[in-house]
């Protein structure tokens, strides 16, 4: 299939063979691995979660398969490709030109830890989330730009009222929510989603995993979801791959990973309460119902700094 001038493979959406991926030197800062030698696969339809601690490489390993990765000296915040290969939908990331890359995330739908925090200030609702159509095509007509707003703002169940609000209106719950509807804009055949439920109320975080989930079901596109808790995890799929160190640590169904793991973080993970997880924040306190209708506080999150020295 040939979408946006490539010669897409849309049977294998990710594949991964022994890949590995470092920030390079900076600054008198040597060069960071940050995931080391990861094989693992995405099928069609499928989603799967990528479940790690902060310093795992989880977050480096969702941006390569955005096709956020450079080659050779990276943009400064941005991965190489050091070992191995990563294909997505068949196109080689280490071979991919920037041009190519680019073009591919017609296909690829990225939704970053911050975006909801991100949203521009000057832009409606309406605007933030169509605005990927207008920078791939100024002459996109807007009827069908606003039905396909419209949609997404219904499916991400926002009342289409908020379309003609600026963005800074929202609570974070449901600015985390827009993020979502604008990686989906473009209709992607892969989602790649790092901690979409991070940096929201604890009762909020549900609300936008379950949107993810009701979403696929839908359109039944591939999605890569990476968390950091296993209830969340579960939340969206039945299968997982468990990073440590940068490295893989466990690989399959969440049920067979947790009961027979012999990693001391896997082992970990299967101790865990769901419930602590999700319902509740790291003081133990739930939110209080914020602006319409959402819960806010703040949320437990553990996703590091490039700046800080932390391999996310």
């Known amino acids: 299939m040939t979408v946006a001038g490539l010669d897409l493979d849309l049977s294998r959406p990710v594949v991964t063979d022994d890949l590995s991926l470092e920030y390079p030197a900076r600054a008198g800062c040597p060069a960071l691995r940050a995931v080391d030698g990861v094989t693992l696969s995405v099928a069609p339809g499928e989603i799967i979660a990528v479940l790690g601690e902060s310093g795992s490489g989880k977050s480096t390993l969702a941006l390569a398969l955005a096709g956020l990765v450079g080659r050779g000296r990276a943009p400064e915040g941005r991965p190489r490709i050091v070992g191995g290969a990563a294909r997505v939908f068949g196109q080689d ?16 739908g990225y939704l970053a830890q911050d975006d909801g925090e991100a949203l521009s200030p000057d832009l409606t609702v309406g605007e933030a989330i169509a605005e990927p159509i207008y920078l791939r095509d100024k002459r996109f007509d807007r009827r069908e730009a606003g039905r396909l707003t419209s949609t997404l703002v219904d499916a991400v169940h926002l009342p289409l009222s908020v379309m003609l609000k600026q963005t800074w209106e929202l609570s974070s719950g449901q600015r985390q ?20 439920a991070r940096g929201v109320d604890v009762l909020v975080r549900q609300a936008v995993l379950d ?8 359109r039944q596109f591939s999605a890569v979801v990476v968390t950091s808790s296993v209830a969340e995890a579960r939340a969206v799929t039945d299968r997982v791959a468990v990073m440590r160190g ?67």
């Not at 990331?93 to 690829?108: F, G, K, N, Q």
């Not at 690989?251 to 947790?258: M, S």
């Not at 939110?287 to 700094?305: F, H, I, V």
């Open 93 to 108: 990331l280490l071979r991919a030109s920037p041009r190519r890359r680019d073009r591919l995330t017609a296909v690829v």
């Open 177 to 196: 929510r827009v993020a979502l509807a604008r990686s989906l804009v473009l209709e992607p055949s892969l989602l790649v989603a790092d901690e979409p």
């Open 211 to 218: 949107v993810i989930k009701n979403l696929h079901e839908d």
């Open 246 to 312: 940068g490295r893989l640590v466990g690989h399959g169904q969440i049920d067979e990973v947790l009961r027979d793991g012999v990693d001391p973080y896997v082992k970990v993970l299967a101790q865990t309460s769901p419930i602590d997880v999700i319902r509740r924040g790291s003081s133990g306190a739930v939110g209080s119902a914020g602006p319409l209708g959402e819960a806010e506080g703040d949320a437990d999150g553990d996703a590091g700094q490039i700046a800080g020295g932390d391999l996310r």
